[in-house]
């Protein structure tokens, strides 16, 4: 299999001390080691641009005045860089020696305590009904209101999904130990994911992620669960078990387990479409509190995923 499209562009370039030296290592995925290669199939070749362009590119990205569709992603990523390091990076695009002040490395992202004010005492004693002597009939839908005129209901007001563009949004906290955490920045020009042009790998794939601030793709996202499955001798065979099209079952039987894990050097392609379980968060009031309480919650669980060691657990 080729290797996965790393979709570091050319605002992809971070300057810090220390953490975030002045470098093009993150963008030879795309543009090729000599910024030689057309990005994605839609930018353009770098080396035959001149410093005064590429200048204007990095800039342009940052204030949000050039480019196209990957416009979004690219001004949240160019969103660190000061002047001289635009100057730097492109001295080392063209081929020279870079120098630059380098701005300091950006803080740890702040996780948002996704549940604040949704499950606090005050609102929970308050929408407690089972403990009210008395409920009005307002009380008992969402809406709050007479159930039996509509004359004054006012429509729920749209989730507002307006949220900073990558690099530049803080993160939200996990609902529970695993959970797909939220996507907590803008994806406007990201969408649609296809297996061809999946414009998320390039920020968060393990070896790319820290250097950007973002979360990276957990191992379970590298290895294959699914069982074997082959047809031998006009029956089904999973996991070296035969299962049996005879039977009637397709193989859908209850005593198979999980499969065995297989690592991959790449992920895994059932795993390519990620909104289908990452998903935009909205910023908007709850209709209800939220009592739900997850166990385990606590620490790096709030930001990290052990998924891959406990694919396992419940079936062993």
């Keep these: 299999m080729t290797k996965v499209i790393k979709v570091i562009a050319l605002g992809s370039l971070l300057a810090s001390s220390a953490v975030y030296a002045v470098s093009t290592a993150a963008c030879t995925g795309c543009h090729g080691k000599h910024f030689e290669k057309v990005a994605m199939g839609k930018s353009k070749v770098v080396k035959d641009m001149s410093e005064a362009d590429i200048l204007t590119a990095l800039k342009g990205y940052k204030d949000g005045t050039y480019g196209g569709a990957m416009k979004g992603i690219m001004k949240g990523q160019v969103a660190r860089l000061s002047d001289a390091d635009m100057k730097a990076i492109v001295t080392l695009i063209k081929g020279g020696t870079a120098t630059s002040s380098a701005t300091p490395a950006p803080a740890a992202a702040k996780i948002i305590d996704i549940n604040k004010n949704v499950n606090v005492p ?18 008992l839908g969402l809406r709050k209101s007479n159930l039996y005129k509509e004359d004054n209901v006012i429509p729920t007001a749209a989730p507002d999904f ?3 563009p990558p690099g530049a949004a803080t993160k939200f906290e996990r609902a529970y130990v695993n959970a797909p955490p939220m996507i907590p920045h803008s994806v406007e020009g990201l969408l649609p994911i296809t297996k061809n042009n999946n414009q998320c790998l390039g920020c968060h794939m393990p070896d790319i992620a820290k250097s950007v601030g973002a979360t990276p793709i957990p191992p379970s996202h590298f290895t294959n669960y699914r069982p074997t499955t082959v047809l031998k001798n006009g029956e089904l065979v999973k996991e070296g078990k035969v299962v049996g099209i005879a039977k009637g079952d397709m193989g859908n039987v209850g005593d198979i387990k999980i499969a065995k894990a297989k690592k991959l050097n790449h992920m895994y392609q059932g795993r390519f479409n990620c909104t289908q379980c990452h998903a935009p ?6 209709a209800v509190g939220n009592t739900f309480q997850p166990d385990g919650l606590t620490g790096a669980f709030k930001s990290h995923s052990n ?3 406990e ?6």
């Excluded at 005050?122 to 009380?139: A, C, F, H, M, P």
């Excluded at 968060?281 to 709850?286: P, Y």
């Excluded at 694919?311 to 062993?316: C, D, F, P, S, T």
């Design 162 to 164: 307006n949220r900073p």
């Design 311 to 316: 694919m396992n657990a419940g079936v062993q």
């Design 281 to 286: 968060q909205a910023n908007i009031d709850t």
């Design 307 to 309: 998924l891959a060691d």
């Design 122 to 139: 005050e609102r929970l004693n308050k929408e407690d009904l089972g403990n009210k002597e008395v409920i009005t009939e307002s009380t």
